[in-house]
């Protein structure tokens, strides 16, 4: 165990939580902390500076986010270790949370800095309270990994969770995620999608994972979403891992949703990995048979 306590004479860290659509979920807190602070870091300045214009605050801001540089972080601790506060914030919604800041955090923690985190909107907290789903146990898994292969590696690490799970996705990439959700925990299991939570276009979709496909295989997926997935529940069988259900009984499926042979096909080759002329040949000899 190292000693962290934070040295008086430094300036403190806060981690400011902003709005994730709606701007009147800003707390009183968060705005005092940012017209305080000597400094914003801020994962896209441009969009800070909109907020903070809002709310009529002229706190100098400097760019923080995923690519910032080891000398970035280091001119961030010196500012802090010399006295001055600096607030945190992401585009939208909690900072550190698949957003950066968490290696930040930890190096001022190292340097015996002060953090504070000033909470307030986060899309996962939203998304699981509205869901209708379990709430007592509940696991975040934030985005997928992008490549097929580690996707379905992680998902069939969770094939058998019995939390609720929570997903992050972008609108175009929620049909494919719903499908290879699907494969992993079963068509019939419930869930949600939270979509564009706080703003005018807010919805919610809840029922089985099939009925959810279905719903967004009718309505193009707009803007952010959060999935929300109920957990196994006891003596529930699951299939093994994604790879244990067939390209056939997906195709099954998708038909059975009252896909075209055409988009069945582009959907499985998109889940399984085929070329999408063999998923449209495997189609057609099912639909033969
Ligand atoms: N740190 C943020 C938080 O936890 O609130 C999340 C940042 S992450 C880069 C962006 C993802 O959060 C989106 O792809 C979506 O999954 C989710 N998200 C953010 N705002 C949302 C909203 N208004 N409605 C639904 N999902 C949202």
Redesign the pocket.
């Given at each position: 165990m190292s000693d962290t306590t934070p040295t008086p004479s430094v300036g403190t860290l806060f981690l400011v939580a902003t709005p994730?659509?709606n701007l009147e979920d800003i707390t009183a807190r968060a705005l005092r902390v940012l017209r305080e602070v000597s400094l914003v870091a801020a994962e896209d300045t441009r969009v800070t500076r909109k907020l903070l214009a809002h709310f009529d605050i002229h706190t100098p801001l400097t760019a923080y986010h995923e690519y910032s540089t080891d000398a970035k972080e280091n001119a961030l601790l010196a500012r802090l270790l010399h006295g001055d506060s600096v607030a945190l914030v992401?585009d939208?919604?909690?900072?550190a949370?698949?957003?950066p800041g968490a290696e930040l955090v930890a190096v001022a923690i190292r340097n015996g800095v002060r953090v504070e985190p000033i909470p307030g909107?986060?899309?996962?907290i939203a998304?699981v309270i509205g869901s209708g789903l379990p709430t007592g146990r509940w696991t975040f898994e934030g985005f997928l990994p992008r490549p097929k292969s580690d996707r379905r590696e992680r998902l069939g690490e969770i094939a058998r969770e019995s939390r609720t799970m929570i997903f992050?996705?972008?609108p175009h990439r929620l049909k494919e995620t719903l499908t290879d959700l699907q494969k992993t925990f079963g068509p019939d299991r419930p869930a949600c999608v939270?979509?564009?939570?706080?703003?005018k276009f807010e919805e919610w979709v809840r029922g089985s994972l099939t009925e959810i496909s279905a719903h967004f295989d009718a309505n193009e997926p707009r803007?952010?979403?959060?999935i929300v997935v109920s957990g196994r529940t006891e003596g529930e069988v699951v299939p093994d891992a994604p790879d244990a259900v067939s390209p056939e009984s997906l195709i099954c499926a998708a038909l059975e949703r009252g896909l075209t042979p055409k988009d069945a096909a582009r959907e499985v080759a998109a889940a399984t990995g085929m070329s999408r002329n063999d998923a449209y040949t495997l189609v057609q000899s099912l639909r033969g048979a």
């Amino acid at each position: 165990m190292s000693d962290t306590t934070p040295t008086p004479s430094v300036g403190t860290l806060f981690l400011v939580a902003t709005p994730i659509g709606n701007l009147e979920d800003i707390t009183a807190r968060a705005l005092r902390v940012l017209r305080e602070v000597s400094l914003v870091a801020a994962e896209d300045t441009r969009v800070t500076r909109k907020l903070l214009a809002h709310f009529d605050i002229h706190t100098p801001l400097t760019a923080y986010h995923e690519y910032s540089t080891d000398a970035k972080e280091n001119a961030l601790l010196a500012r802090l270790l010399h006295g001055d506060s600096v607030a945190l914030v992401s585009d939208a919604g909690t900072p550190a949370i698949s957003d950066p800041g968490a290696e930040l955090v930890a190096v001022a923690i190292r340097n015996g800095v002060r953090v504070e985190p000033i909470p307030g909107a986060c899309a996962v907290i939203a998304a699981v309270i509205g869901s209708g789903l379990p709430t007592g146990r509940w696991t975040f898994e934030g985005f997928l990994p992008r490549p097929k292969s580690d996707r379905r590696e992680r998902l069939g690490e969770i094939a058998r969770e019995s939390r609720t799970m929570i997903f992050y996705e972008g609108p175009h990439r929620l049909k494919e995620t719903l499908t290879d959700l699907q494969k992993t925990f079963g068509p019939d299991r419930p869930a949600c999608v939270a979509r564009e939570v706080t703003k005018k276009f807010e919805e919610w979709v809840r029922g089985s994972l099939t009925e959810i496909s279905a719903h967004f295989d009718a309505n193009e997926p707009r803007g952010e979403c959060v999935i929300v997935v109920s957990g196994r529940t006891e003596g529930e069988v699951v299939p093994d891992a994604p790879d244990a259900v067939s390209p056939e009984s997906l195709i099954c499926a998708a038909l059975e949703r009252g896909l075209t042979p055409k988009d069945a096909a582009r959907e499985v080759a998109a889940a399984t990995g085929m070329s999408r002329n063999d998923a449209y040949t495997l189609v057609q000899s099912l639909r033969g048979a």
